[in-house]
């Protein structure tokens, strides 16, 4: 028998059933882009990022409206990133001096990024929140949608790198036997969310995207391990 797969259980439990892995959104790399001479036209640019940063804080806030308290507070601080208008100035900025939307955007949430894990370690938690953020404009400037929890037709354990509060606040218990991600700690938004829906988790656990759908898994999230069955 091989090798159970271990990392951190962050909510106790056992559950038996198929891997689904979270499909992850196809974004271009904007380091790349920002390195070519693009021409834009800033006032066109500055319109699309203002209204990319307002369509992910309304979205943000809608999703808020259903999910459990646990999520609730998270989604409403990710809308709060979208507005804040430091942030947003910061963006503005850079759309004026002539760069792309989309590398505006990358460049300001990096210094912000960095600000927060320099900030102590209740700051730099937010980070993930941040990158949530700015994958989400990226997606809307890209016309690219953000890819969502699947759902297979039966019950399954949810594989992904990591799980954004979004992505989490949509989750059926009915559905998902189990999470397990490669990223995240006791403290991150999956292990928080999986202790309020009453399902065994493993975060941090290394190779559990190496997991092919359809593998049947045994998740202990008490002991943190993965182990295929059979």
């Known amino acids: 028998m091989p090798e159970p797969l271990v990392g951190l259980g962050v909510s106790a439990g056992l559950a038996v059933g198929p891997v689904v892995r979270m499909p992850e959104t196809q974004l271009q790399p904007v380091g790349i882009q920002a390195t070519v ?23 943000l806030e809608r999703v808020a409206e259903s999910a459990a ?10 809308a709060m990133m979208a507005r804040d208008p430091g942030l947003g100035d910061d963006i503005v900025r850079r759309v004026l001096e002539g760069n792309p939307a989309a590398a505006a955007v990358d ?19 937010r980070v993930h929140d941040l990158d949530a953020v700015r994958d989400r404009v990226l997606a809307n400037l890209a016309g690219v949608e953000i890819a969502g929890v699947p759902d297979p037709g039966h019950p399954f354990v949810l594989v992904a790198t990591d799980l954004a509060p979004a992505e989490t606040a949509t989750l059926k218990p009915e559905r998902v036997l189990a999470l397990v991600t490669e990223e995240g700690g006791p ?14 988790a493993v975060v941090a656990c290394a190779g559990a995207t190496d997991l092919s759908d ?17």
Request: glycine share 10%.
């Open 37 to 59: 001479t693009v021409t834009v036209d800033p006032e066109t640019e500055r319109a699309r990022v203002v209204a990319a940063l307002e369509a992910v804080a309304l979205d």
């Open 69 to 78: 308290a646990e999520a609730r507070g998270v989604l409403q601080a990710e």
């Open 107 to 125: 460049a300001a949430m990096a210094v912000y990024r960095e600000m927060l894990l320099g900030a102590g370690e209740y700051m730099a938690a």
């Open 187 to 200: 403290t991150s938004h999956t292990a928080i969310i999986a202790k309020s829906l009453g399902v065994p």
């Open 214 to 230: 359809g593998t049947q898994v045994i998740v202990d999230g008490g002991a943190g391990t993965v182990r295929i069955d059979g």
